[in-house]
């Protein structure tokens, strides 16, 4: 439905993004171009030599790059904002799995993945990495419904052999790894021009070494990006110590496999916990984390020291992890992650100073939006990803200057109501 | 608007309410009855005796209490989600103080009062605890749209005459005395039925010993309620401490004037640093705390340990605290009140249990109602207050238990979107 396009047009608005790591740039009522989905750059006057292109008038809106989610859990979505009293392994048994066992009835993963696409189209999100299941039909299903939303997206079926309920457990590595070439070939074969997918060990408790050294091989031989979970609580973090003695911490038990990135993009969703060792190789191997600030308090697991991720410059965004976290908004993650980053320097670490809102913001655009190469910004060259917002659904008692309107959108999380129109890699979705 | 019915009715659906704090009770398409504006209990079959009431079917819908939000500025709701990039003494002079100085203009405050009583008017809430500021006129108008709503609430004239931009620092203690008779006066002549004026010191900072003093007269002579701030922040208990050598901690400067509990009701906004002499005094006293997550986060102050004040048996609701606090939905203060007690646990304290969702409901109904007598709960006699939910604006692809989407209402804020009817002491106001 998105294909009657030239992906070729200007628009006009007020064009707020950061192209450094807090660095607001506000260029008010200036015009954007896109031409075949590729951002040409910004201009405070029309550009004359783009005046064949179609021109979008959101002339007094603010217009923002598309929002990236590095981390989600489509199957989770059902179940959002319940059973939120547990922490995370009882809630992994007594929520989460549950709920994933029923994807292996396809009608209601035809269901609920109708549901969760539905919602990821009309959200401020262009771009997400995402969870499914072990099941691969389900999880094709999903595939399907989001190429259909016009999002940009990795869908990963998921790999797990131990430690975990039986209708979860596949059968062993070899069997697994069957599957996980029967998923990757089958999503290949349709065809998909948005929609790839990504190689998903759950994390190390639910992977067998034979396991891990399978997908580790087929990531290679397809060329295929990873997602994970690491160092998120410090109950998980012992249990990796017991079942992995050999790795040199959590991390490691990753890369031992090639699955930690080096050679390919990898998406680690959480970090809460990560050693220096742990950090050192995240960033000498270029890793993303995917912070995950809504999840860190509904599981009780502590708060990501994001501060420090950054000065060190390891490669970082946000995740909505729904449904550790229970909303599928960046817009809320964006202000969830400044509230959590003043409790850690209130409460852990007083050198650590607060994330910005610019410093947010760019984390959730052009910070994750690097994991699919050039996105989540309006410099020349970039993907066009844009999410066009009219703030006048919140009424105000005065005209408010345009970087407040900006940082007010996001705490009224006026992504829910106010958006007018979505751009992915070039083409209008809304 | 709200004088046209006779607050007699019988309704029907699934009631939640918690009698108890932590102890939910659900009963499935049960019936509450409302007689002249007071709950006569639920029936699980239709209470024959009551046949001659109306009665309002609404069956498969939640109906909850009406939520008591114990602390929000009505003047800085134009700004809410702005500047949060501050912490509190710098917020105040960069962002709150110079917004509180525009409602010198009774026509500015008409236009942000008129938002500011709709969005109130479309929450969950249906009682409040208000700051207005020190113009006596504005507050007198933010009184009268809060009427027009049907809410039930407490409106107070902020009292500040030191420490503060000369625009809001009121002549001496004298004069400010006289504009606070004159409020009382003026707000008691305009014969509201559910708006109510409340004594309101900013806080220790803002106001002399000779200010204290008059207020504390002024609510023994009048017999109204107090609302003040509280121990929220580490800079300024140290300038409480410089301020008033005399008083032995923070709330002994009020307590010492008579504002501060014993015999009338006070509540004290944050607590988050409260002393143990000072949380003894506020438990002698019966002092309210308002605990206000959001703004905790937000103005990075830290956050109130409410699982001892529970513990203790310390009278506590929940605030919302707009704008330290950026939204005036009580659900999502529910939701930030588990979210940050988890934190507390993880970070700062493993023997403070996290709150589980029926503690943070009762802390958002009866716990905060009692401030108002007896409200936030479907027992025989209280006031009937009572919203009505239809949560199926948010899709679900298999049916889920009324727990579920009970909690799923507060973290999906279904507040937002699905309030389909408000009850305030009895009259249908949505």
């Not at 549950?98 to 549901?115: F, K, L, M, N, V």
């Not at 190689?199 to 997908?215: D, H, I």
Request: net charge negative.
């Amino acid at each position: 439905m998105y294909f009657n396009l030239s992906r070729s047009f200007v628009i006009k608005g007020h064009i707020c993004h950061t192209p450094e790591a807090g660095r607001l740039e506000i260029r008010e009522n200036a015009f954007a171009v896109c031409e075949e989905g590729i951002c040409r750059g910004i201009f405070d006057e029309f550009p004359e030599r783009f005046r064949n292109l179609e021109m979008i008038d959101c002339s007094g809106e603010l217009i923002l790059p598309g929002m990236t989610d590095l981390h989600i859990h489509a199957p989770q979505f059902a179940y959002r904002g319940t059973g939120m009293d547990y922490e995370l392994l009882d809630w992994l048994d007594q929520v989460a799995f549950p709920e994933e066992s029923r994807y292996a009835d396809t009608a209601y993963a035809e269901a609920a993945y109708r549901i969760f696409a539905r919602k990821m189209k009309q959200s401020a999100t262009t771009r997400a990495v995402i969870f499914g299941t072990i099941h691969t039909e389900s999880t094709l299903i999903l595939m399907n419904k989001m190429e259909e939303t016009g999002l940009v997206s990795f869908v990963g079926k998921v790999s797990m052999d131990r430690n975990s309920p039986p209708e979860l457990t596949e059968q062993n590595a070899r069997e697994a790894a069957k599957e996980e070439r029967r998923f990757i070939t089958e999503s290949i074969k349709a065809g998909y021009r948005r929609t790839k997918p990504v190689v998903t060990p759950r994390f190390v408790p639910s992977c067998t070494q034979e396991l891990m050294a399978e997908l580790g091989k087929i990531r290679r031989e397809y060329g295929l990006p990873v997602q994970s979970h690491l160092s998120e609580n410090p109950g998980e973090i012992e249990l990796v110590a017991e079942l992995e003695p050999e790795a040199a911490f959590y991390g490691d038990a990753y890369d031992r496999y090639g699955l930690f990135g080096r050679d390919g993009n990898t998406v680690m969703a959480h970090c809460v916990y990560s050693s220096p060792e742990e950090i050192q190789r995240i960033k000498a191997n270029g890793v993303w984390v995917a912070h995950c600030p809504s999840s860190n308090m509904n599981i009780a697991s502590g708060i990501a020291p994001v501060r420090r991720y950054l000065e060190q410059g390891i490669r970082i965004g946000l995740g909505t992890d729904v449904a550790g976290g229970t909303s599928e908004s960046m817009f809320r993650a964006v202000t969830d992650a400044i509230q959590v980053s003043k409790l850690y320097w209130r409460l852990v670490d007083r050198t650590a100073k607060p994330l910005t809102f610019p410093e947010s913001f760019y984390l959730a655009t052009k910070g994750g939006g690097a994991f699919f190469g050039k996105a989540g910004s309006f410099e020349e060259g970039y993907a066009f990803d844009a999410v066009v917002l009219d703030d006048s659904v919140e009424p105000s008692a005065r005209p408010l200057p345009v970087r407040d309107r900006l940082e007010r959108a996001f705490y009224l999380q006026l992504d829910r109501q106010g958006i007018t129109m979505k751009i992915a890699d070039g083409q209008i979705i809304i």
